[in-house]
């Protein structure tokens, strides 16, 4: 499934505020899922020293993962394609 980076300036967000973030933007994949649009959160990296966040999320387009952040009311700069890469050795 395609994978997408959500970018986000949160001044005053805290570590405690992202991790609540990440609990609404489960539950709505969730329901999305459930709806017949799968998608999925991974996880975010947070840099507090410059209030932005990047997160990591599996959908069908970028149009789907939007929806969810919005359903989620997460504030977000913008989606984008992105590609994982792991080194397994």
């Given amino acids: 499934m395609p994978e ?5 300036d949160i001044p005053g967000f805290t570590a405690d505020d992202l991790r609540e973030a990440a609990k609404r933007a489960r539950s709505v994949a969730g329901e999305m ?10 996880r975010s ?9 990047f997160c ?7 149009a789907a993962v939007q929806e969810l952040n919005e359903r989620a009311e997460l504030p977000f700069t913008r989606v984008v394609d992105a590609v994982h890469i792991e080194l397994t050795e």
């Fill in 4 to 8: 997408f980076v959500v970018e986000r």
């Fill in 33 to 42: 899922t459930a709806e017949g649009t799968p998608v999925r959160y991974h």
């Fill in 45 to 53: 990296i947070f840099l507090p020293a410059e209030a932005k966040c």
């Fill in 56 to 62: 990591l999320f599996d959908g069908p387009s970028a």
